[in-house]
C-alpha cells in the first residue's frame, strides 16, 4: 500500500507561483510512476503532468508546457510540482496518483489506471 499526502495548495494571484508537494508513505516510490491530476470546478479532471519511476521520462499538457515543472526526490518520498505564472483557468483541485510499478518508461494520462491517490488540495488562482 502506499499513502500520497498533496500539500502546498492556496490562493494566489494570477502571475504567482505555487509549489505543490506529493509526500508518499507506506512504500518508496523510487520504482513508481507519480502523476499529477486536476479537476476544475464543474470540469472533468484532467492529467497535468507525469513523471516516470526514474525520473528521465516526463509528460506535460501542453497548456503548462513551459509554466510547471515536476521533480522527484526519492530520499524523501516525495514529488513535487513547481508551478509558475499562474492563470485563473488553473484553478482546480489538484491529486497526485499513482499504481505499482511496471518496470517501464510509461506514464498513463488515464485517471482510471491508477490505484493510489491523495485526498488533492486546492489551488485557486485570482485574476
Known amino acids: 500500500q502506499v499513502q500520497l499526502v498533496e500539500s502546498g495548495g492556496g490562493l494566489v494571484q494570477a502571475g504567482g507561483s505555487l509549489r505543490l508537494s506529493c509526500a508518499a508513505s507506506?512504500?518508496?516510490?523510487?520504482?513508481?510512476?507519480i502523476v499529477w491530476f486536476r479537476q476544475p470546478p464543474g470540469k472533468e479532471r484532467e492529467c497535468v503532468v507525469g513523471i516516470s519511476w526514474s525520473g528521465g521520462r516526463t509528460d506535460y499538457v501542453d497548456s503548462v508546457k513551459g509554466r510547471f515543472t515536476i521533480s522527484r526526490d526519492d530520499a524523501k518520498n516525495t514529488v513535487y510540482l513547481q508551478m509558475n505564472s499562474l492563470q485563473p483557468e488553473d484553478t482546480a483541485g489538484y491529486s497526485c496518483?499513482?499504481?505499482?510499478?511496471?518496470?517501464?518508461?510509461?506514464?498513463?494520462?488515464?485517471?482510471?489506471?491508477?490505484?493510489?491517490w491523495g485526498q488533492g488540495t486546492q489551488v485557486t488562482v485570482s485574476s
Open positions: 507506506g512504500r518508496t516510490i523510487c520504482n513508481y510512476a
Open positions: 496518483a499513482t499504481k505499482r510499478p511496471s518496470g517501464l518508461e510509461l506514464i498513463s494520462p488515464r485517471g482510471s489506471e491508477y490505484e493510489y
